[in-house]
């Protein structure tokens, strides 16, 4: 199982990036996949989700800024960030289930991207 993530960088306030997670090695189509997120000094917090069947579910503090998407045929996961903060700024993990957190452990994880939301 490889999990690769990718399009992290630096942003001013109210920018955009779009992450992309590129997975290997298990039957991308039939797995949930979460983003989640560690900011520094702090534990990993869940992001957002998405469910084989499409339907996706995110941290309040990120509704209606983020998206969280898929694309079976390319076995990538990618999450579109709009309108960023610099409470946004962390490391940003993908992984393998809907709910994947510091605190809700999952399997798989990959090596993380780093987003920084400033001025």
């Known amino acids: 199982v490889q999990l690769v993530e990718s399009g992290g960088g630096l942003v001013q306030p109210g920018g955009s990036l779009r992450l992309s997670c590129a997975a290997s090695?298990?039957?991308?189509?039939?797995?949930?996949m979460s983003w989640a997120r560690q900011a520094p000094g702090k534990g990993i917090e869940w992001v957002s989700g998405i469910y084989s069947d499409g339907n996706t579910y995110y941290k309040d503090s990120v509704k209606g800024r983020f998206t969280i998407s898929r694309d079976n045929a390319k076995n990538t996961v990618y999450l579109q960030m709009n309108s960023l903060k610099p409470e946004d700024t962390a490391v940003y993990y993908c992984a393998i289930g809907p709910w994947c957190s510091g605190v809700i452990q999952c399997d798989y994880w990959g090596q993380g991207t780093q987003v920084t939301v400033s001025s």
């Open positions: 090695g298990f039957t991308f189509s039939s797995s949930a």
